[in-house]
């Protein structure tokens, strides 16, 4: 079947729904899945009964539809404010509506509320790429507003287009400007403050068989860091988090002592220490990431930082938004390198009856006297005994330490880690477990490392005394390229699926690909740093400087002169685009008032005409007057038509009120 053409309100219709689905669809990745496939049948429906010239359903209908809705939404989100249920509630308003359009207030109040719904996508993404779909909405919302605004001849597409995207850039320096001086708002823009927190992947405050290598298999950026200077080699980048003393058989949890003051852990830093500053994306947990060992606490905006016996760093408050803080330090360090260690009997407590081949190997070290040597046994074995790196380690049972030691012989990170641990308290040896993570990229572009969530690591610390905890990585035993180059270079051989398969893609010798994916992070990074981190002691640094700069009378001066001259080329331009017959009866205008009849200020061509051959003026230039009065009517009213002498014309029946 064939569609007649479109009619233009047919086209304009179409034209706001598209810009609808625009605005709604990014809503869909938060929304319930009924909210989702109940607008977009709402808004297919509306576009087949535009298309097919039907009726729109009656209110009666739309009534009872609009109430199950709303009940829906108090069903999924158990209340009706709030930031979700909020959003959800002004997306079906704006679906439901799109029935309702019966005039041209209507098609206003949906293009309005669309508008408000752009905002609301910012609520859950602040991404550049929203960003940019959100102005691609704007525009097609511009664009629909125009299109409503014509009268007799529409103009295409591409011209409504074109003057959506003048009107678009025209207020671009406006919003620019407010948003470098606008009061920047602390806390979430709508509902609770619950509602910024979401659910953000990271480290956890646990660590088990399988948690680690899940985290591993995700991409998402965990900090970046920027450097004074080069950033040391790749081994030395131990980014420390949470630290694990307690062992359950299946968990390893930590001590929850209070935190202390830096001062109160004995650290002894050697050599000159690393400048650098960290931008930590969101998380609902309260780490703050540094490498060993930082020489103080970092500062940070609207939280404050605290310090653990077991060196954590934390904060107060959880970090839900991003922060960005400088630290300083030392990868050459002691850490509490006394003769003795205070409560040894913490870090050698084991449970008892779980894991008794383990124990006894342990115990069997206890035979060489040098506690080193037995560290360095264990790392042996792990070399040598045909251990395997993996990001698929098959499942483990109550005695998960000697399943996988002398069973499995395949885990990740924390498998090594946690049995390594094991093995040193059996031996005697004071241990710990460290998770954080280890390495990074450097994206050569903008000198920022990347540190991602597939970089998180665990590893290991043995107290031995008058060297204090020292760090121990026994997947570097198993797997060295692990260390050396990164994740993707120590996994074993697989087919290109999944994280795995993916990052060995990425990690191939393919430099366009390496370039681009270098390009993209490094935009992604500077939107992060100059628009989202944009807070309000930034932006008091800001005004200062330009409070500074403008009251100089040099930047004054400038300023004023390059205003007045883009006010003179204006007005240049103007005078060169203006009509010349506008131009004509503009002075026919002026010469008519002069003669004592002037036009009023609503008054059209017709009226006046009318209005001057009653006047007293003489009948030759009544004549001329209201002739010239009638043609200019005729050509700017009337159908549009080619006269090339109409100028000549009126120039003459001008003249002749000389």
Known sequence: ???????????????????????????????????????????????????????????LLLLPVAAAAMAGVVHSYNTLLGRDAGVAMLVLLVAFKTLEMHARRDLFVVVFLSFFLVLTNFFYSQAIGTALLMVASVLAL???LVSFQFTGKVPPLKSRLL????????????????????????????????DGAGGHGGLADHMAPGLMSHLAQSDDVAFRVKFDGAPPAQTLLYWRGPVFSIFDGQNWTRT????????????????????YQVTLEPSSAHWLFALEMPDRLPRLEDNRALVTPEFELTTVQPL??????????????????????EQPGHWLALPPGLNPRAMADGVALRAEPDPAQRVATVLRRFAHEHYVYTLDPPALGAHSIDEFLYQTRAGFCEHYAGAFVFLMRAAGIPARVVTGYQGGELNPLDGYLTVRQSDAHAWAEVWLAGRGW?????????????????????????????????????????????????????????????????????????????????FDWRTGAALAILFTALFLSEMLRRRSRLDPIDALYSALCKRLGQLGVPRAIDEGPK?????????????????????????YSAFRYGPRADDANLVTQLKRLLSQLR
Not at 37 to 48: E, N, Q, S, V
Not at 608 to 625: G, K, T
Request: hydrophobic letters at 45%; glycine letters at 4%; a positive charge.
């Open 1 to 59: 079947m064939t569609l007649p053409p479109l009619s233009r309100d047919k086209a304009d219709t179409l034209l706001l729904l598209l810009a609808t689905v625009l605005v709604l669809a990014p809503h869909a990745a938060h929304l319930p899945l009924w909210v989702t496939l109940l607008c977009a049948a709402t808004l297919l429906f509306r576009a087949t009964i535009t298309l097919l010239g039907r009726r729109m359903p009656s209110s």
């Open 142 to 144: 511009l664009t629909a």
């Open 163 to 194: 003057l959506g995207t003048r009107m678009l850039m025209l207020a671009a320096p406006v919003a620019l400007a407010l948003f470098i001086v606008f009061p920047r708002v602390q806390g979430p823009l709508w509902g609770m403050p619950s």
């Open 256 to 275: 929850r002592l209070p935190p202390t003051q830096p001062q109160a852990v004995s650290l002894t830093a050697h050599g000159k220490p690393l400048h």
């Open 320 to 341: 839900d938004k991003r922060v960005r803080y400088d630290v300083s330090s030392y990868t050459r360090f002691s850490l509490e390198a006394g003769p003795q260690l």
């Open 470 to 550: 020292t760090r121990v990585d026994p997947t570097a035993a198993v797997a060295p390229e692990r260390v050396r180059r990164g994740l993707s270079h120590a996994l074993p051989p697989s087919p290109p699926f999944g994280i795995a398969g993916l990052m060995q893609f990425e990690s191939s010798n393919n430099p366009m690909l390496a370039e681009l994916r270098f390009a993209l992070n490094a935009v992604n990074n500077g939107w992060n740093q100059w628009v989202l981190n944009y807070t309000p002691e930034r932006q008091q640094s800001v005004l200062a400087t330009l409070q500074r700069r403008l």
């Open 607 to 631: 009226a006046f005409a009318e209005r001057v051959s009653a006047s007293a003026l003489a009948p030759e230039r009544q004549a001329a007057a209201t002739e010239f009065l009638h043609r």
